[in-house]
Structures are given as structure tokens and as C-alpha cells.
């Protein structure tokens, strides 16, 4: 890895602030050939949504173009970071059912870019992190070749916005850090099993499930699991 590359890296990996996270990121991108870098977190939180972070340096014209037409409801690239971890290429065949956004971002100089998803593992937060240009098309030489570099970013960006997202609100913080086996077993816990049937059919002992039970409790900020099970559930976690 270049010199200038791991030192911009090692800097981000530190910084606890997310503006300043992105604008090194945006530097980094800015070096590597891209003129535009976007990075957006939404999270989802007892059934509502919100946006916790946009940051980009889109032409403003084009923020303005996008928010006033209610671009991010037709928006592909949007669709498939909601429902992917793997990076996607702006081209016409992705817009293809949205050609009134494809034509607008060819008048915007954006039609060269792709985008990179970073999420919680139960979904309940996503992220995402855009590269884009005026010129040359996204080769998969060229994807491949900093899609580990995006990768690293998007996810440094992400647990930043989350963090300052949990301290805009307090309620959110365990929504988001509950692990894939925590809420399984809260689940079972939901359909009236006990932690020695939880045990048989996950296949774990007795033990390791009330393990993960006192640590939902904990998380979640309850005192027992009747009460971690309901906020779950109000949280849409199970």
C-alpha cells in the first residue's frame, strides 16, 4: 500500500468525529480520481425512520434536484444498499427503471460512480458510501481495485454516525448493538421457550443462552426478559 494511502487510513481508523472522518475520506477519494464522495446513514428505530448523517459534496443544485423530486423513493442505488453488503456501478441498466433519474444525473456530471453498503448485522441501521465522477466509466478493474479501501471506510463511517446518532438518541443505542445469536434467542424467549428448550434447539448449553439473555437485558436497558423480549418487539428487532 502507498505510504500516503496507509497514513490517510490510520488517520480515519482514530477519529472519533464522522464530518471530520468524511472529509478525509473525501480527500482520499479525491485522490484516487474521484471528484465526488457521498456518505448517508439511515436507521430505523420503533418504526420510524431517519436520516442520521448525509454528507456528501454533490453539486448543490443537485441536492436541491434530488431532495425536491423525492429521488431517494425511485432511487436503485438506495434499494439495493438497503438489501445488500455487495458494491454496485452506476449505469443505465441499473436505472432502467428510473430513467427520469439516470437522465438527471448524466446533466449533473454524476453518471460515473458506485457505491459501497456498510450495515448493522440486524439491519436495523444501514449506510452508504458513494464514489463518483464526470468521466471515464467504473471498470471492474478499477472496482475491485479500492473496493477493499471503501470497504474499510464505509464501515469507519458508519460506527461513527452510529455513535453520534446513540447520543442523539439515547433509546436507539441498543436497537442497533443486539447480536444476530441475542436476538434469536429472544425470539424463542417470544414463543414462550425456555432457556433449556432455547438450549435444545439452537444446539448450545443451557448456560451460553442465559448468557446471551442477561446480556440483551443489559443492552437493552431492562431488568429482566420478559421486559428485554417487549422492547425488542416494540424495537421490531424480533
Not at 464530518?19 to 475520506?25: D, G, L, S, V
Not at 425511485?74 to 436505472?95: G, N, Q, R, Y
Amino acid at each position: 500500500m502507498e505510504i500516503w494511502k496507509e497514513t490517510q487510513l490510520r488517520k480515519l481508523a482514530v477519529e472519533s468525529n464522522v464530518e471530520t472522518a468524511y472529509r478525509i475520506a473525501l480527500n482520499f477519494f479525491n485522490s484516487m480520481g474521484y471528484e465526488y464522495c457521498a456518505f448517508s446513514t439511515t436507521a430505523h428505530l420503533a418504526g420510524q425512520r431517519f436520516d442520521s448523517v448525509n454528507l456528501n459534496n454533490y453539486p448543490h443544485d443537485w441536492n436541491t434536484e434530488y431532495e425536491k423530486n423525492h429521488y431517494s423513493s425511485i432511487d436503485p442505488i438506495v434499494a439495493h444498499c438497503h438489501h445488500s453488503i455487495l458494491p454496485i456501478v452506476w449505469d443505465s441498466k441499473t436505472f432502467a427503471k428510473a430513467p427520469a433519474l439516470w437522465h438527471a444525473l448524466e446533466e449533473q456530471g454524476l453518471q460515473h460512480g458506485w457505491s459501497q453498503p456498510a450495515r448493522d448485522p440486524n439491519g436495523q441501521s444501514v449506510s452508504m458510501l458513494s464514489m463518483a465522477r464526470s468521466h471515464c466509466q467504473i471498470s471492474a478493474f478499477e472496482l475491485y481495485e479500492h473496493l477493499g479501501y471503501a470497504v474499510f471506510i464505509s464501515h469507519a463511517l458508519h460506527s461513527l454516525a452510529m455513535q453520534r446518532l446513540c447520543n442523539q438518541h439515547p433509546q436507539c443505542v441498543n436497537v442497533t448493538h443486539l447480536s444476530p445469536r441475542e436476538i434469536e434467542v429472544l425470539r424463542w424467549s417470544a414463543d414462550g421457550k425456555t432457556a433449556s428448550d432455547i438450549a435444545t434447539i439452537l444446539n448450545l448449553s443451557e448456560r451460553t443462552v442465559n448468557f446471551h439473555v442477561s446480556s440483551s437485558i443489559r443492552k437493552l436497558g431492562v431488568s429482566n426478559k420478559i421486559s428485554a423480549v417487549v422492547k425488542a418487539a416494540r424495537s421490531r428487532m424480533i
